[in-house]
């Protein structure tokens, strides 16, 4: 099927001279019904980057980041993890990812702790070194007065956390999150951000969906900017931006900001 | 205002017409039942008119008391209050207490439950009109009546709310509710024989609940034909103050609803308890069983399943206590392997999209189907083992005891690897998580009829041999045909789990990705 489909327009190489990118993305497509929801996008993650994907509201990037993780299929391109083809070889690569979904419920009548001990042992992992990574992590994403609690009574902010621990269990080599800090307190988002720096500077990737500009010109490295289903920009934080800040530049690049004329009711004087 | 509220509930009734031809279908089959019922129930009342006064009074105050208990405990109960007008929606505008009231309480006039009764109620003026004032009595008592029922409804309801927005209650609740409607076969047997060796006794319950907030308003036109204009004129006016009351009580419960938001904070709990997780061997397979074991606990939508067995046990334990033998308790062994073997045919629907986890950590689909078929299976052997014993237990003639054991045993093996690649497979309409079992599941009904009466019929024949020996028993009376029932059944049910956990596996394997794109849509 699609699998097969021949890459379209293979990139120049990467920047940090041949080595092989921690995710290619090659002229990826996806239409729903009418909606072109995604309308061919290439992209190189390299290895050991903090990589930021930002976008309007539907610009695409749940659906992009779902085609690169094999959780949806594309009807045009492919992804490869490292070099492993997501869609001919889904189990390799998805050892390779660490998966955040957004929109997708958890399995919430497990308590947090067995529902990272279950995502552990789906991996294959032994019940010890499970065990081990489970309190860890728990540990890291405060969790640890409510690991016995069932899921579906946690708050939003926890949900993600737990959520960020079970994609973290196996230890992979690039972790795909899908708008990781959407309602997580400041406190565990401070404590998130410094996990993820610790994995990026261990080697890691990571790569962020998010549309807090802020955020992510404080937290990656490089950034893609997509919207309408396409891809406007991508590179170093510093090229994208090009002396603006990343908002502005944002908000010229994607266009519909209109100047606020009218509403004069409002204006209390 | 007021007619705000009441176009906003229109709306929201048509805008949910529009999102699928479908519900539009469904609306029209209960809409033509609701109109049935009313024109029944209004013939009936019509007839009554015929009838003596002190026989009709005593109808018309029972079924209208009936009609308010039911509109005050109902709700409750099934905790599907229709929220389309939920007050707590209304915190952030500023819209006047009065106005507020009158617009939720004609809105809950709109719908079937509510025209139902409004329209019956108004029945009751034909049954009256036997003059002037009797007619215009009834008229009042009917309205005041149809009021009563709608704000008690919204007065049970807003004082449970706390409780009913407690998972635990949403969860034990909906699963307990069903159980009287099982039940209805031998409840309706002993009140009819309750009835009939008492009928002296309804004219004085009548007389006494026609003083109760019950039965007031529904009484005022009988007596007023009777001639008891003075009875009539006292329960008019309780008739009204019991309304006010209701009113009153409604008015304080919603100014506290509306300041206090709905929230279910749970006891925090540490862990280090892993249940069946610590249980089971720690590979895919036995972590995707302990997944399922946990969720036959925890998810009322999987226990929903379970309660129908014991009570299906008691339904034709009083069948058969009262054709005299046990006859039809043996099926009980076959039927509880067929439900329990089917009740995993939608276990991925079930999931819902949290199937993700199983697909993005790469879980191979053999892992998953063997997971949740030996989850069920783990459940189901001692059930079974006990309904096919039970029976025998009773009669005391074992002669049918290998014949069925077989029969149950084949059952079991062949639905569960049915149901493993049936729900690899398609993708049905079912609870979402945290609904309550016997909700009205989103999606495509007919899809889910047709998959779920084509599995069935494909498991029949997939049983055929089974099921020919045990008619080839019963026939013959030859107990050789049990003893090789014994020995067919498993073996055949065996060959065909393991087939159906391979065609599963390999098609999950295929179609994951498919199959979460599919659940997405009635997320």
Known sequence: ?269 | MVAHLLRLKLTLLRNGLRRSPWQLVGIVIGALYAVGIVVTLVVGLVMLRQADIALAQTIIVLSGSAAVLGWALIPVVLSSVDLTLDPSRFTTYAIPMPQMLVGLALGGLIGIPGAVTALTSLGTVATWSHGVLPAAGALVGAVLGTMTCIVIARVTTSATAGLASSRKFKDVSGVIAFIPLMLLGPIGVGVTQGISSSAGFLPVLAQALSWSPLGAAWSVGGDLAAGNAGAAALKFMLACVYLAVFVWAWKGLLARALVTPAYSGGSTKRGRKLGFFGLLPATPAGAVTARALTYWFRDPRYGGSLVVIPLLAVVLFFQSVQNGGSGSLVIMGPLTAFLMAWSISADISYDNTAFALHLSTGVSGRADRLGRALACLILSLPLVAFFVVFPFVMSGDWGWLPGILGLSCGLLLTGLGLSSVVSARYNIAVPLPGDSPFKKPPGNAAQTMLVQFGGMLVLVVLALPELALIIAQSVTGDAVFGWINLVVGPILGLALFVTGIRIGGRWLDRRGPEMLAELGVNR
């Open chain 1, 1 to 269: 099927m699609t699998a097969e489909y021949p890459l379209p327009d293979l990139p120049a190489p990467p920047p940090d001279g041949g080595a092989v990118p921690a995710l290619a993305i090659r002229g990826l497509a996806k239409r729903f019904g009418e909606k072109i929801a995604v309308n061919g996008i290439s992209l190189d993650v390299p290895a050991g980057s903090f990589f930021g994907v930002v976008g309007p509201n539907g610009a695409g990037k749940t659906t992009t980041l779902s085609m690169a993780t094999g959780l949806l299929r594309p009807d045009h391109g492919s992804a490869a993890v490292q070099g492993v083809d997501v869609w001919k070889r889904p189990i390799e690569a998805k050892r390779l990812l660490g998966i955040l979904p957004d929109g997708v419920r958890l399995f919430d009548r497990l308590t947090g702790e067995q529902l990272v001990t279950y995502a552990g042992l789906l991996h294959g992992m032994d019940r010890g070194t499970v065990a081990a990574r489970v309190a860890d992590l728990m540990a890291a994403m405060d969790l640890v007065k409510d690991a016995g609690t069932l899921v579906v009574d946690y708050s939003a902010g926890m949900t993600k956390k737990i959520g960020l621990a079970s994609a973290l269990i196996h230890a992979p080599r690039v972790l795909v999150l899908d708008e990781p800090f959407e309602s997580v307190d400041p406190v565990s988002a401070a404590n998130i951000r410094s996990i993820l720096d610790g994995y990026v500077a261990s080697g890691g990737t990571v790569i962020v969906s998010s549309h807090v500009m802020d955020l992510v010109q404080r937290m990656c490295d490089r950034v893609a900017v997509v919207a309408g289903g396409r891809l406007l920009a991508a590179g170093t934080i510093d090229e994208v931006r090009d002396g603006a800040s990343l908002e502005e530049r944002f908000v010229e690049l994607v266009g519909g900001r209109h100047t606020t004329e009218g509403l004069e009711w409002l204006r209390t004087s």
